[in-house]
């Protein structure tokens, strides 16, 4: 029986829970819907467009390799996917689940289209290791909190394993006569130097990952100026590695390693895979986080929302050297180091009070690792609107995370060249030695005084004194 697999996030044939699936069925025809909807939607920049086009590149070089051809079609995923399906003569349609609110409001649309002509569309859990309502509380729930949910994801008794390489890839021998979208890979250029995003390269990229910086992780994913952490999750938003690949990985590290500091720091990369799957399960089940807070008596904040302080961080001006290099290196890459995100998103919140969606709008369309569900959950976690229990009174001071994180002002130097000059202990200050860096803005705010303005504000949200 000849199928079509649609492929979107998940660029590769290993691994790959939907494509495997297809294999076992018959005959695939493999392909790709170009989808104006990302590739023109001015929210999301170019840059992780481009690496979208490159990985279906090598995708489709990948498919050449076994005899095969990447179909590609432009439009509408619900008018292209029940159209080829025609075209191809296949039967059904395969594809792995998305949980996105438009992604799925897409899927039940195509679902309409294909069920009016006969024929399904089989879905399959591929982008994240546990999907919604496979992480239930005792009572048969949905954990609403990451602690337990992280004991109950870690206490499953049969972890999903690693599918072997489809031993038989059926493609119809008339794949070449069916037309696909003429399409320019070089066409859409990135704004900035990005990685190379692809199968073979997330697996070299793991390799190395594991090799060494995964024993020392625990210490090291917080310092902005080392090279401490994997850098894989471009990968896991475009689905060139699968989340299962990396678990199982490191799990067998897990299992051999000896020293109690390595497996610490192991088990604590793993846990970034527990908040994936977290973050995946909260917009699943409460879709209206994309656009309001989780918790909805923040949504009553009187934010200040000034657009000159917005524009300052956005560029990199705000005269706090850890937030300013933070933001150049989103701009100049496309990617931010995580600890940064908590600063300069704590900073956007809890010192500028800008609403939080405001600096979730700006990473979506920089970042290149942007998947909206964790985008949303790191977002609403350092705004104090999401899933903890008490974290209104969080505000990270710039000063002292600068001091406690980068305190050679490492990375600041990288990311900030007027301050090149200025001594260490002047560096995360520099309002303290004004005449050494001349060219550097002076502050946008007081610290101190906007925290005392912040807590104010989400105690009134609070309905508390």
């Given at each position: 029986m000849r199928n079509l697999f649609w492929f979107r996030h998940d660029l590769r044939l290993a691994d790959n829970t939907g494509f495997f699936a297809a294999c076992r069925a018959g005959d695939v025809v493999p392909?790709?819907?170009?989808?104006?909807?990302?590739?023109?939607?001015?929210?999301?920049?170019?840059?992780?467009?481009?690496?979208?086009?490159?990985?279906?590149?090598?995708?489709?070089?990948?498919?050449?390799?076994?005899?095969?051809?990447?179909?590609?079609r432009h439009g509408k995923p619900e008018i292209e996917i029940p159209r080829l399906l025609k075209d191809a003569q296949a039967h059904s349609v395969f594809c792995n689940r998305d949980y996105e609110p438009y992604a799925v409001a897409r899927d039940q649309r195509i679902s309409a289209a294909l069920a009016e002509i006969g024929s399904p569309l089989k879905t399959f859990k591929d982008l994240v290791i546990f999907e919604r309502g496979e992480i239930r509380t005792q009572t048969g729930g949905l954990y609403t909190v990451y602690t337990p949910f992280k004991k109950t994801w870690l206490l499953q008794p049969l972890y999903p394993s690693v599918l072997p390489f489809p031993e038989k890839i059926i493609f119809p021998n008339d794949l070449k006569d069916l037309h696909s979208a003429p399409f320019d890979f070089n066409s859409i250029r990135p704004e900035s130097d990005v990685p190379v995003?692809?199968?073979?390269?997330?697996?070299?990229?793991?390799?190395?990952?594991?090799?060494?910086?995964?024993?020392?992780?625990?210490?090291?994913?917080?310092?902005?100026?080392?090279?401490?952490?994997?850098?894989?999750?471009?990968?896991?938003?475009?689905g060139t590695i699968s989340p299962r690949t990396v678990f199982?990985?490191?799990?067998?590290?897990?299992?051999?390693?000896?020293?109690?500091?390595?497996?610490?720091?192991?088990?604590t990369f793993i846990s970034e895979l527990v908040w994936r799957d977290f973050f995946f399960q909260i917009m699943a089940e409460h879709?209206?986080?994309?656009?309001?807070?989780?918790?909805?008596?923040?949504?009553?904040?009187?934010?200040?929302?000034?657009?000159?302080?917005?524009?300052?961080?956005?560029?990199?001006?705000?005269?706090?050297?850890?937030?300013d290099a933070g933001m150049r290196q989103l701009a100049q890459t496309g990617w931010m180091h995580n600890r940064v995100r908590m600063i300069v998103g704590s900073f956007l919140c809890k010192d500028l009070l800008i609403d939080w969606r405001e600096g979730e709008r700006h990473f979506?369309?920089?970042?290149?690792?942007?998947?909206?569900?964790?985008?949303?959950?790191?977002?609403?976690?350092v705004a104090g609107t999401g899933t903890d229990a008490q974290p209104y009174f969080r505000i990270f001071n710039p000063v002292s995370q600068s001091e406690r994180f980068d305190p050679s002002?490492?990375?600041?130097?990288?990311?900030?060249?007027?301050?090149?000059?200025?001594l260490n202990d002047s560096i995360h200050s520099p309002w303290d030695a004004p005449l050494m860096c001349p060219d550097y803005p002076a502050r946008i705010i007081d610290h101190a005084e906007r925290r005392i303005r912040a807590v104010e504000l989400y105690k009134a949200a609070r309905g508390s004194d």
């Open positions: 392909c790709v819907i170009l989808d104006d909807a990302f590739l023109k939607n001015p929210n999301i920049g170019p840059n992780r467009c481009a690496l979208f086009v490159r990985a279906v590149a090598s995708l489709a070089a990948d498919l050449k390799k076994h005899g095969s051809r990447l179909i590609l995003v692809t199968e073979s390269s997330a697996l070299t990229l793991l390799k190395k990952f594991l090799a060494e910086p995964i024993f020392t992780y625990a210490e090291t994913r917080d310092l902005p100026a080392v090279e401490g952490t994997s850098r894989l999750s471009p990968h896991l938003k475009f199982a990985k490191a799990t067998q590290i897990l299992n051999a390693a000896k020293s109690a500091s390595h497996k610490n720091s192991i088990a879709p209206r986080v994309a656009t309001n807070s989780f918790r909805a008596e923040y949504d009553t904040i009187k934010w200040e929302n000034s657009p000159k302080l917005l524009e300052a961080w956005k560029a990199g001006r705000t005269g706090y050297p850890i937030v979506a369309r920089l970042l290149i690792d942007g998947e909206p569900a964790v985008n949303n959950g790191n977002w609403q976690w002002g490492t990375y600041i130097r990288r990311w900030v060249p007027e301050l090149t000059h200025v």
